[in-house]
């Protein structure tokens, strides 16, 4: 009889030992304003809870247990739970942490001494030679030949009064366009037209006696990407037209 007493009188106790209470508590800044949203962590049971609008909190704990309060530009605050703590609400107070203050670069001012202010202000030798040598390239005469054209470059005549200008010689022919066609796009291009590499330059020359639009080409030797397009564009149009008999 007496040892299932004292069994019974030990899981009492067990029981009572082991049971969870409740911590309730309220957060607040250094001048009593509440935080929201601060977490409060029981690190015996690692449970996990936020403070309310108001900064109001519950948690579940026993005496002895530590809490930890965190929350971002506030200093890290602990609490030891006591028997007192579990009948009464408990106040924790957080301090804002140190801001780092961003690093100013204070720029030199005139001292009123000549050896300091000509070394604080003076511009690197480097800098000074560089000055130096673009002012002198500057100032001296173009070289003629530079400025004169090239071979078979047009220019136009320089006359005191009113000149006839005849006919400007365009730059490429369509031999040269053709030249330039073929290379840019490529044998692969005409073997997807299944075209032979020895009908190539017949084909090229057929779409552009056909009507392609190449006086600015041939005037200036010069293809852009939209006559390059426009020359793709007549190839599909007339392939069908070629191989025809």
């Known amino acids: 009889m007496k040892i299932k007493l004292f069994f019974l009188l030990f899981t009492v106790f067990f029981i009572n030992a082991q049971a969870q209470d409740y911590i309730f508590g309220k957060v607040t800044s250094e001048d009593n304003a509440e935080i929201p949203n601060v977490t409060i962590i029981n690190i015996r049971t690692d449970e996990r809870v936020l403070t309310n609008r108001d900064g109001h909190f519950m948690i579940s704990g026993r005496s002895g247990d530590e809490l930890r309060f965190i929350k971002n530009g506030y200093e890290r605050a602990y609490k030891r739970i006591t028997k007192e703590n ?13 801001e780092l203050i961003a690093e100013v670069e204070i720029k ?27 002012a002198i390239y500057m100032s001296r005469k173009s070289d003629p030949s530079v400025l004169a054209p090239r071979p078979g470059e047009f220019v136009q005549p320089v006359t005191k009064g009113i000149f006839s200008l005849g006919k400007i010689k365009n730059k ?11 290379n840019a796009l490529g044998n692969e291009f005409f073997q997807d037209l299944k075209i032979d590499k020895s009908q190539v330059q017949h084909f090229i020359l057929y779409i552009l006696r056909t009507g392609f639009e190449r006086k600015n080409i041939l005037k200036y030797g010069y293809v852009t990407e939209a006559d390059m397009n426009r020359f793709k564009n007549a190839v599909l149009n007339r392939i069908a037209a070629y191989k025809t008999p």
């Not at 009948?87 to 301090?95: C, D, F, K, T, Y």
């Not at 480097?126 to 000055?131: G, I, Y």
């Open 86 to 98: 579990i009948s009464e609400s408990i106040n924790v107070s957080l301090i804002r942490s140190a």
């Open 172 to 182: 490429w022919d369509d031999v040269d366009l053709l030249n330039y066609l073929q």
């Open 108 to 134: 030199k001012e005139v001292t009123g001494d000549l050896k300091i202010d000509a070394k604080n202000l003076n511009p690197p030798r480097k800098v000074q030679k560089l000055k130096s040598d673009l």
